[in-house]
Every structure is written in structure tokens, then in C-alpha cells.
């Protein structure tokens, strides 16, 4: 193992470590990443769950956040293999009765079709639109000061509200509530919590600034492709090697570990001073997630049409529906119809599986820890808007929240956020702090979604943790 002044060590290949990975070895060190899976990538991993000739993202499929973020713009990825497939339609929201609400790049198209409402979005929507940079910007940088203080307070007012409140004031029809609650749900929290508006806002932003798309050969193309930049630079990576103590890893510059508080405290094992420990202990995970990945026989049959436009595919029925059904897995129950986070990739990237045939996963959000098996509940979801979907499916692979953790030791009872992302832990993760990249055991950070900005592909907090790292040249992981 690589040892000295100049040394670094990055524990964990989820988008974060590579990204921290990446800035330091950019900055000249000599950086290597130990990564517990055979596979590289953490939540970008890509393999064949159900059939030959099927391939599925096992975590992330979505990539607004990675497509808008400062911390991949200037990487090339591009240049090594990453194509975007972005669908025209980049989410729809079915309702009842054949009929969808959806959102397109241009916000007077969106607005168009959600007539009564059709000011009120645009009203909503325009001015964030018209300062997208700068709001993506502030959001994603995360305790800084951000370069547009006027734009991005006018966004905290309404983002500060709950997705319930914002939905219920500012539209009146059924359809635009429902598709702003359905955004708002990727949140994991209930829609009537202070801040949810945000998720909403901020999601639905993307959808017209950058799109919602997928990367063409499923999610593993952009891990491979952060490895190539790692690699230009001179970083290592070890497969297959899980870091189950700090007393494994040599003196550094740095360690820098894209692992959440319960993993943190495991590793550390009692180096970490006593407060910061205790800190740690009472970081809040959220509700887990219940996954279906399908290897399909042919395009999901979609009452609407505009569901057959996209990747990505709202199944939560209307607001209300939602609201309770984000209220029972927050609350330790089961939703009898719960929201359903819908995505078939092969729409717009028919590389994924044969020719006519598809690739779709599904996810429900259940309690923390759940072992529950929600196959019928999603499966009846997604009959209710795509009646006859179930005589398509050729095969299935099903996730319940303790084998997604089982999959990536980061997903701490299925919570696939890193923690709980309320406007109490959201900027104040893992403890409050205005180096929450810092841990007090000198040479020792932080890198994974359990920092801010939290959960998602963008790479942002690996990126926040390296210039932490760099603005410290004096300190030492010592022993
Ligand atoms: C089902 C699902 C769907 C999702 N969908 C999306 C989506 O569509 N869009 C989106 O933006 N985000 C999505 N996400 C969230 C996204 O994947 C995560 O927020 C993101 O991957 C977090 O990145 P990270 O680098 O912090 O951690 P991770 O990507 O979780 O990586 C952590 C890495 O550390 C490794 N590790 C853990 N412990 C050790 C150890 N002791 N030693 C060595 N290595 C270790 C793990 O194996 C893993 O590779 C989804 C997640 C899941 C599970």
C-alpha cells in the first residue's frame, strides 16, 4: 500500500469517492480507492439481474443531478463514453381515467397542458427556469456563499414550504397538484414536512433545464468513466477489499471515506473524540426502499400516451394519495397503495436489452430496515395505469431494503439518501458544522451523501471533501 506525505486514500467508489478521488489526484496526489464490492461504482452499478441479454441499473438510473453539476462539468466525460438519452417527455404522472400530467424542457409546453393551471406554472416555474444556473448552483454548493443571494433567497420562500402546501396554494387542478407531490415524493419524506416544496421545486427545475436522462449502457458507463479520469491522473482502485478498521490504512495527507455515520463509527472504533462520536450515533436514517427490476417482453402498455414519451414514471396517483402513502413509510407502516418511483430506460436506450424487448425497475419506499415483500403492491400500481403490464414480464429481480443495504453497506436499512434529508439534517449532515467534510480526528473526512448536499448523483460532496482536504495542507492522518 502507498504510504507518505502525499498519499491519500479514498474508502468507497460510489460517484463521491470518485470525485474526491478524482480533485485530489487533479491536485497532484497520489491517491488510491478501496472499494468493498467487486465492481466499481458504489449506486452507479450496472449488471445482468434477470435474463441474458438484459442489463439493469441496480441503484441510480436518472440523471438530472449529474448532467447539471458543477463537479462533472468540466471532466469530459463525454469524451469517454458517456452518452445522454434524454427522452422528449422528462417525467409523466398518470392519473386515473388515461390521462397523465407531464413535464417537457420548455416550461410554456408544460404549462399548456395543465389548463387551469397553466399561469400558475409558469408563474411558478419561469423565474427559477430563468436563473437555473445559479439556483443549481447554490443548491448543489452547499454552505457557501452562493453567487446569486437575491435569486436563490426568492427560491428559499417557496422552497421552504411543504410540497403539500405549495401544491395546494399555487394549482387547483388535480393533475398539476398530483405532478408537483410526485416529484416532491423523491424526497422520502412526508409531503407535509417544512422544506419538501424545495425537492419539488428543485427536481422539477432540472427536468427543464437539463432534462431527466439516462446514460446510454446503463449507469456503470459514467462510473467507468470517472475510473478513466481517475486513471489519467494517476489514482489507483482495489476491488473486492472492504476497509473494516482506520488501524489498516497507513499514514496519509488524507483519508477521506464515502461511508456513512454507522459505517463511520465501525471503522473509527473509538479513534473519533467522544462528542463527535456521540454526534454521529444520533445521525437519523430515513425510510428504506422495496426494488423490482423487470426484464420485459415489450413496451409497457401505458393508458397514457405520454408515459410511452418518457423514462421516468410517477405512479402515486393524486396528491393526497401520496401524502399519506409518504406518511405511512415515515411512520414505520406500509402503504396499502404506495407511491412507486417508476423507470424504463430502454425507451430512450434500447441497448439495454434485446430488439423489441425492455428493461424496467421499480422502487416503493417502506419502513427502515423493511422485509417486507411489496411485489404485489408496486406490480398493482402499475397495473392500475398500464393495465395488462404483468403478462409482459419475462423475468424479475426484487430488492427488499435489507438486501439493498446487503448490495452497498451505504444504504443503511435501504435508505438510499445516506440519512434522512429534512431541513434539520439536509445542511447540518452528518453534524452541524460549517466543515461538515472535516471530522475532528486529524487527516480523517468525509466524502459520501451523508454530507451535504445529501443524496443523488452530482458528485458534490466528494468534491466539497477533496477542497477540504487541500485547503488543510498541513494536516496528517497519522498514527
Ligand atoms: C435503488 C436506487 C435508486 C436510485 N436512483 C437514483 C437516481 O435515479 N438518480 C440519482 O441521482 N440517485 C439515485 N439513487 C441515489 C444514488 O445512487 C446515491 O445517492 C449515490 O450513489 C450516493 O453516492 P455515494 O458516493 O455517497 O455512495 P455510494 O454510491 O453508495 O457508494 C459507496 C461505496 O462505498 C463502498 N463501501 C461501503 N463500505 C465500504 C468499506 N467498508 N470499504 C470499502 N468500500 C466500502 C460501497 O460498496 C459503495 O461502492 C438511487 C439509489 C438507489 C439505491
Same mark, same amino acid.
Given at each position: 500500500?502507498?504510504?507518505?506525505?502525499?498519499?491519500?486514500?479514498?474508502?468507497?467508489?460510489?460517484?463521491?469517492?470518485?470525485?474526491?478521488?478524482?480533485?485530489?489526484?487533479?491536485?497532484?496526489?497520489?491517491?488510491?480507492?478501496?472499494?468493498?464490492?467487486?465492481?466499481?461504482?458504489?449506486?452507479?452499478?450496472?449488471?445482468?439481474?434477470?435474463?441474458?441479454?438484459?442489463?439493469?441499473?441496480?441503484?441510480?438510473?436518472?440523471?438530472?443531478?449529474?448532467?447539471?453539476?458543477?463537479?462533472?462539468?468540466?471532466?469530459?466525460?463525454?469524451?469517454?463514453?458517456?452518452?445522454?438519452?434524454?427522452?422528449?417527455?422528462?417525467?409523466?404522472?398518470?392519473?386515473?381515467?388515461?390521462?397523465?400530467?407531464?413535464?417537457?424542457?420548455?416550461?410554456?409546453?408544460?404549462?399548456?397542458?395543465?389548463?387551469?393551471?397553466?399561469?400558475?406554472?409558469?408563474?411558478?416555474?419561469?423565474?427559477?427556469?430563468?436563473? &437555473?444556473?445559479?439556483?443549481?448552483?447554490?443548491?448543489?454548493?452547499?454552505?457557501?456563499? /452562493?453567487?446569486?443571494?437575491?435569486?436563490?433567497?426568492?427560491?428559499?420562500?417557496?422552497?421552504?414550504?411543504?410540497?403539500?402546501?405549495?401544491?395546494?396554494?399555487?394549482?387547483?387542478?388535480?393533475?398539476?397538484?398530483?405532478?408537483?407531490? &410526485?416529484?416532491?415524493?423523491?424526497?422520502?419524506? /412526508?409531503?407535509?414536512?417544512?422544506?419538501?416544496?424545495?425537492?419539488?421545486?428543485?427536481?422539477?427545475?432540472?427536468?427543464?433545464?437539463?432534462?431527466?436522462?439516462? @446514460?446510454?449502457?446503463?449507469?456503470?458507463?459514467?462510473?467507468?468513466?470517472?475510473?478513466?479520469?481517475?486513471?489519467?491522473?494517476?489514482?489507483?482502485?482495489?476491488?473486492?477489499?472492504?476497509?473494516?478498521?482506520?488501524?489498516?490504512?497507513?499514514?496519509?495527507?488524507?483519508?477521506?471515506?464515502?461511508?456513512?455515520?454507522?459505517?463511520?463509527?465501525?471503522?473509527?472504533?473509538?479513534?473519533?473524540?467522544?462528542?463527535?462520536?456521540?454526534?454521529?450515533?444520533?445521525?437519523?436514517?430515513?425510510?428504506?426502499?422495496?426494488?423490482?427490476?423487470?426484464?420485459?417482453?415489450?413496451?409497457?402498455?401505458?393508458?397514457?400516451?405520454?408515459?410511452?414519451?418518457?423514462?421516468?414514471?410517477?405512479?402515486?396517483?393524486?396528491?393526497?394519495?401520496?401524502?399519506?402513502?409518504?406518511?405511512?413509510?415515515?411512520? &414505520?407502516?406500509?402503504?396499502?397503495?404506495?407511491?412507486?418511483?417508476? @423507470?424504463? /430506460?430502454?425507451?430512450?436506450?434500447?441497448?439495454?436489452?434485446?430488439?423489441?424487448?425492455?428493461?424496467?425497475?421499480?422502487?416503493?419506499?417502506?419502513?427502515?430496515?423493511?422485509?417486507?415483500?411489496?411485489?404485489?403492491?408496486?406490480?398493482?400500481?402499475?397495473? $392500475?395505469?398500464?393495465?395488462?403490464?404483468?403478462?409482459?414480464?419475462?423475468?424479475?429481480?426484487?430488492?427488499?431494503?435489507?438486501? @439493498?443495504? $446487503?448490495?452497498?453497506?451505504?444504504?443503511?436499512?435501504?435508505?438510499?439518501?445516506?440519512?434522512?434529508?429534512?431541513?434539520?439534517?439536509?445542511?447540518?449532515?452528518?453534524?452541524?458544522?460549517?466543515?461538515?467534510?472535516?471530522?475532528?480526528?486529524?487527516?480523517?473526512?468525509?466524502?459520501?451523501?451523508?454530507?451535504?448536499?445529501?443524496?443523488?448523483?452530482?458528485?458534490?460532496?466528494?468534491?466539497?471533501?477533496?477542497?477540504?482536504?487541500?485547503?488543510?495542507?498541513?494536516? $496528517?492522518?497519522?498514527?
Amino acid at each position: 500500500m502507498t504510504t507518505g506525505e502525499n498519499h491519500a486514500t479514498v474508502v468507497g467508489s460510489g460517484p463521491n469517492g470518485l470525485l474526491a478521488a478524482i480533485t485530489l489526484a487533479r491536485a497532484g496526489l497520489d491517491v488510491t480507492v478501496f472499494e468493498a464490492a467487486p465492481q466499481l461504482g458504489g449506486g452507479l452499478r450496472t449488471e445482468p439481474l434477470t435474463l441474458d441479454g438484459f442489463v439493469h441499473d441496480v441503484c441510480s438510473a436518472v440523471h438530472p443531478l449529474a448532467l447539471a453539476s458543477p463537479a462533472f462539468a468540466d471532466l469530459d466525460l463525454e469524451g469517454r463514453g458517456v452518452h445522454w438519452c434524454s427522452p422528449e417527455v422528462a417525467l409523466a404522472h398518470p392519473l386515473d381515467g388515461g390521462i397523465a400530467a407531464y413535464v417537457v424542457r420548455s416550461v410554456d409546453r408544460t404549462a399548456e397542458n395543465l389548463g387551469a393551471d397553466a399561469s400558475a406554472y409558469r408563474k411558478l416555474m419561469t423565474p427559477l427556469v430563468e436563473h &437555473g444556473d445559479a439556483v443549481v448552483d447554490g443548491m448543489l454548493s452547499a454552505l457557501q456563499i /452562493p453567487r446569486a443571494p437575491v435569486t436563490l433567497a426568492r427560491f428559499g420562500l417557496s422552497a421552504i414550504r411543504s410540497a403539500r402546501g405549495l401544491a395546494r396554494s399555487r394549482f387547483v387542478t388535480p393533475a398539476a397538484r398530483a405532478m408537483f407531490g &410526485g416529484i416532491a415524493a423523491h424526497a422520502m419524506l /412526508p409531503l407535509t414536512d417544512v422544506g419538501t416544496a424545495g425537492y419539488g421545486l428543485f427536481l422539477g427545475l432540472l427536468a427543464h433545464h437539463v432534462g431527466w436522462p439516462v @446514460v446510454e449502457g446503463g449507469s456503470q458507463v459514467l462510473a467507468d468513466s470517472l475510473v478513466a479520469v481517475l486513471e489519467e491522473h494517476g489514482g489507483k482502485v482495489v476491488t473486492d477489499h472492504e476497509v473494516t478498521s482506520l488501524a489498516e490504512l497507513p499514514p496519509s495527507r488524507a483519508v477521506v471515506l464515502d461511508l456513512t455515520p454507522r459505517q463511520i463509527l465501525r471503522v473509527a472504533d473509538g479513534e473519533l473524540p467522544h462528542r463527535y462520536a456521540r454526534s454521529l450515533r444520533r445521525f437519523r436514517y430515513g425510510p428504506g426502499v422495496f426494488k423490482i427490476d423487470w426484464a420485459l417482453d415489450g413496451p409497457v402498455p401505458w393508458s397514457a400516451p405520454e408515459a410511452c414519451r418518457t423514462a421516468t414514471v410517477h405512479l402515486g396517483g393524486t396528491l393526497e394519495e401520496m401524502v399519506l402513502s409518504e406518511s405511512e413509510s415515515n411512520a &414505520g407502516r406500509l402503504a396499502e397503495r404506495p407511491y412507486v418511483l417508476f @423507470v424504463q /430506460p430502454t425507451v430512450v436506450d434500447p441497448t439495454r436489452a434485446p430488439t423489441g424487448k425492455h428493461v424496467a425497475w421499480a422502487y416503493c419506499h417502506v419502513p427502515n430496515g423493511s422485509t417486507a415483500d411489496r411485489t404485489d403492491a408496486i406490480e398493482a400500481q402499475v397495473e $392500475r395505469f398500464a393495465p395488462g403490464f404483468r403478462d409482459l414480464v419475462l423475468a424479475r429481480s426484487v430488492m427488499n431494503s435489507a438486501d @439493498v443495504e $446487503r448490495h452497498n453497506a451505504n444504504y443503511v436499512g435501504g435508505d438510499i439518501n445516506g440519512g434522512a434529508g429534512d431541513i434539520r439534517q439536509l445542511f447540518t449532515r452528518p453534524v452541524v458544522s460549517p466543515h461538515p467534510w472535516v471530522t475532528p480526528r486529524p487527516g480523517l473526512y468525509i466524502c459520501s451523501s451523508s454530507t451535504p448536499p445529501g443524496g443523488g448523483v452530482h458528485g458534490m460532496c466528494g468534491l466539497h471533501a477533496a477542497r477540504a482536504v487541500l485547503a488543510r495542507p498541513g494536516a $496528517r492522518f497519522t498514527r
